[in-house]
Nanobody, 127 residues
């Protein structure tokens, strides 16, 4: 029902910035809660940030104050602005979408709650 394609990853020095984009197909995009997850080698795929259909946001403690999730429903795109990057931010970053279920504007933080995933984009932060 929706297809997600991430872009914007790459190699950056500590303290630098990157902006990830997730382009989505589907007429109902504006109603889909969205999330960004990341997975480092040997680690679980964990929540980074999430956003409801109305724009309410959640951030993991490790990125709070440095990362910003946003969405542009007119462009069918969700973004993750990453500032003050640290080596521990190095991971594959995944965009995810959840099929709408409630009319209330929720965000979701567990990977099992999401139905659609992008292919992932590598972010590497050097020291």
């Amino acid at each position: 029902q929706v297809q997600l394609v991430e872009s914007g990853g790459g190699l950056v020095q500590a303290g630098g910035s990157l902006r990830l984009s997730c382009a989505a197909s589907g007429r109902t995009f504006r109603s889909y809660p969205m999330g960004w997850f990341r997975q480092a080698p040997g680690k679980e795929r964990d929540i980074v940030a999430a956003i409801s259909w109305s724009g309410t946001t959640y951030y993991a403690d490790s990125v709070k104050g440095r990362f910003t999730i946003s969405r542009d429903n007119a462009k069918n795109t969700v973004y993750l602005q990453m500032n003050s990057l640290k080596p521990e931010d190095t991971a594959v970053y995944y965009c995810a979408a959840k099929t709408p279920y409630s009319t209330r504007s929720y965000y979701y933080t567990d990977r099992s709650q999401y139905d659609y995933w992008g292919q992932g984009t590598q972010v590497t932060v050097s020291s």
